[in-house]
């Protein structure tokens, strides 16, 4: 008998004796326990506790001692099992009959714990919440961005998705749009926002409203994470977490987590390998170490870098009643294609310049109104004081710079040289391209000119 055989077994008959189907983590203690691991073992691989799994374990095994007639344990679950189950296969029907004891399973509705488990029961409704998401006013283009992202989440089903990008490239725009397309095929949408950085119990008990409103909440965290991964195999949920990056340490390399928010890497990692039918959602400044190394095309775990918004940013300056249209390609692809920088400096045109572009871009040099330095100058007090050092190198560079030209330029060793551009290339500061099979980083000209800028303002404050 194979584990997917034992597991649909143990499920018809816990249901028979509960009236409830195997959860995540009972499923892991019978595999586990097929496969010979100690309680330590599955607790690690479960992410819970071992005192937790030992506790589970015990009531499991109860449960299945009612079902079997005779005491079953941990230690001879194996032995009663083989014992107990008799297969009667017809050659002339497709059709297994089980029987336990006194007990008749006929297992028409196997469950594989290879795919995502389907709804147990039918939502006849959509349970939408949105809490303090913004309201969504305009939209301009991201088509093809859409795409993938529904093609990922509802056709490719993966797990766990991290949107990424600049401040105000558009992540919680996009986000919001993509559920207003998709939300039909789930049975709960949710976005929070970590802006203030709850702590993790605080956002598990603040799903757990949406899910089980009148229900106790969860003294532990093991068992709160072990409830929300229950209510995702249960439920299709499509969850969004807004703001990842609040979460992340100040003053340290990229993705480093707050003192006391390490917990949520452990769940965001659960959610992401355990199995289930529901897509979770981190829009983030920066990209977690965890999704690097998770992610891949064979994996439901990805990340989307989100770029320049391309043509569809002239909506914007329409919108802006910005003058000189045949300018407008011009200013876009200075300004990267961000939407909020463009918003921003379209203010200052307007209100400078009398909303001529041709007139702005006249002085050949790329300004920032105050909003936009502002912006960028709060992002740059997050960075180590090695990082600013790299990127204020690159700041004075008119060409890219290779790796032997920055370790040069920067007297850093290889060993941190080589992590500080890491950390930066994963705070999207610094970009990169291959020139005659030598890669070569550079700041865009915005970035550039906010170093620039900021170092400037940091030396006169000094005097």
């Known amino acids: 008998m194979d584990i997917t055989e034992v597991l649909n077994l143990a499920d018809e008959l816990v249901f028979a004796q509960t009236g409830k189907h195997l959860d995540y983590l009972q499923e892991a203690i019978l595999q586990g326990t097929v496969e010979g691991q100690t309680y330590s073992k599955i607790a690690e ?46 050659s002339t029907t497709v059709k297994n009959f089980v029987g336990i004891n006194n007990v008749n ?3 028409e509705h196997n469950r594989s714990p290879t795919q995502p488990q389907q709804p147990q029961t ?41 949107l990424l990008g600049l401040n105000g490239i558009g992540k919680t725009t996009l986000a919001l749009r993509l559920i207003d397309g998709i939300k039909s095929q789930f049975d ?19 799903l757990r409203a949406v899910f089980s409103p009148d229900a106790e909440v969860p003294n532990t965290l093991d068992t709160q994470l072990t409830d929300l991964i229950a209510h995702l195999r249960q439920f299709r949920c499509l969850i969004v977490l807004d703001d990842m990056q609040m979460l992340f340490a100040g003053g340290k390399l990229a993705g480093q987590y707050q003192s006391g928010y390490e917990d949520y890497q452990d769940c965001f990692k659960a959610i992401a390998q355990v199995n289930h039918q529901s897509c979770l959602m981190l829009l983030s400044l920066e990209k977690p ?50 939407p909020l920088w463009l918003v921003q400096t379209a203010g200052l045109i307007r209100e400078v310049f009398a909303g001529r572009v041709s007139d702005f871009l006249a002085y050949k040099t790329v300004i920032l109104c105050e909003p936009l330095q502002e912006d960028l100058a709060g992002q740059f007090h997050r960075l180590t004081a090695q990082e600013l050092a790299v990127m204020g190198q690159l700041s004075q560079e008119a ?31 610094v970009g990169s391209q291959e020139q005659e099979g030598v890669r070569r980083f550079f700041l865009n000209p915005v970035l550039k000119e906010a ?8 030396t006169a404050d000094r005097l």
């Open 289 to 338: 170490l965890m999704v690097s190394t998770l992610e891949s095309e064979n994996l439901p775990i990805r990340s989307f870098l989100l770029g320049s918004l391309g043509a569809s940013a002239t909506g914007i300056l329409r919108d802006n009643k910005l003058l000189d249209e045949p300018n407008w390609d011009e200013l876009i692809n200075l300004y990267q294609g961000n």
């Open 122 to 162: 039918t939502s006849t409704e959509l349970h939408f919440d949105l809490g303090n998401a913004p309201e969504l006013f305009n939209f301009y283009g991201r088509t093809e961005e859409l795409a993938t992202l529904d093609r990922w989440i509802t056709q490719e089903r993966c797990r766990l998705i991290a």
């Open 105 to 107: 399973i006929c297992p």
């Open 45 to 90: 691989e479960t992410y819970a506790s071992e005192g937790y799994v030992r506790d589970v374990g015990s009531d499991l095994w109860k449960i299945l001692s009612e079902g079997f007639g005779k005491e079953v344990s941990k230690a001879n679950f194996r032995a009663v099992l083989n014992k107990s189950i008799k297969f009667h296969v017809s």
């Open 399 to 429: 060409e890219p710079v290779c790796l032997a030209q920055l370790l040069h330029l920067t007297q850093f060793s290889p060993n941190e040289c080589f992590n500080l551009i890491q950390s930066l290339s994963r705070r999207f500061f």
């Open 451 to 458: 170093v620039k800028n900021w170092r400037a303002s940091a």
């Open 188 to 206: 709960y949408v949710i976005y929070r926002s970590l802006r203030y950085c709850p702590s993790l119990s605080t956002t598990l008990t603040n």
